[in-house]
């Protein structure tokens, strides 16, 4: 069953905050993140193991909620160079491939 | 290093004839993915190989879609009678191993006339 994400489109000034959500109604392994820009493949960003871990660098992190079977993106100070559209993609136990949300586009403006 | 490479990177073909599109994966990667975007939508699941295998082939639209993987390598998605509803870019991933980051390919734009 396919992740939620939200918001589905968010606008944002450059260096402004941003977070983005993905909820799963399944019992969750690991949520993946990753990032397309138009008219370009999706890029990997980061994995989230179960065990509520967060991870990242410092101004892109994600945390894992495993029994609220939730993830949040989090994107700190905004540069031009994080526009794109946001995927989640979810494994469910037992399960070795991903579904993926249907994105979240993110725009940052000067 | 080399990435993934898809082929051909566009087709536009007529409703009906069958199209075959080409996945090199990363070398060494023993999992390819397979997925369907249509404009402006996510990602939809196709099917996955583990090595030369297709455990799980449950995204695969109808029987007119099929996939195979030789050599642990190079993998073919075949579309069978093509209908206008199967235009969409398809894109090709690998990973190490099931479950490590996915790396994908440009993909291929398929459009049916």
């Known amino acids: 069953q396919q992740p939620v994400q939200s918001p589905q489109a968010v606008i944002l000034r450059e260096g402004e905050d941003a977070v983005i959500n993905c909820s799963s109604s399944?019992?969750?392994?690991?949520v993946h993140w990753y990032r397309q820009k138009h008219g370009e493949a999706p890029v990997f960003l980061m994995i989230l193991l179960k065990g509520g871990e967060q991870k990242g660098h410092e101004k892109i992190s994600a945390s894992f909620n495993e029994k609220k079977q939730q993830s949040s993106l989090y994107l700190t100070a905004s540069q031009l160079s994080y526009s794109g559209t946001y995927f989640c993609g979810t494994e469910s136990q037992g399960a070795q491939k991903l579904v993926f949300g249907q994105g979240t586009r993110l725009t940052i403006n000067p | 290093g080399a990435g993934v490479s898809q082929s051909p990177s566009n087709k536009v073909t007529e409703k009906g004839k069958d199209v075959e599109l080409r996945c090199d994966p990363i070398s060494g990667h023993t999992a390819l993915y397979w997925y369907r975007q249509r404009l402006g939508q996510g990602l939809e699941f196709l099917i996955y190989?583990?090595?030369?295998?297709?455990?799980?082939k449950s995204g695969l639209p109808s029987d007119r879609f099929s996939a195979e993987r030789t050599g642990e390598s190079v993998s073919t998605l075949t579309i069978q009678r093509t209908q206008q509803e199967d235009s969409a870019v398809y894109l090709c991933?690998?990973?190490?191993?099931?479950?490590?980051?996915?790396?994908f390919g440009d993909g291929t734009r398929l459009s049916i006339l």
């Open positions: 399944k019992a969750l392994y690991s």
């Open positions: 991933a690998s990973s190490s191993q099931v479950n490590q980051p996915q790396h």
């Open positions: 190989f583990q090595g030369n295998s297709a455990p799980d």
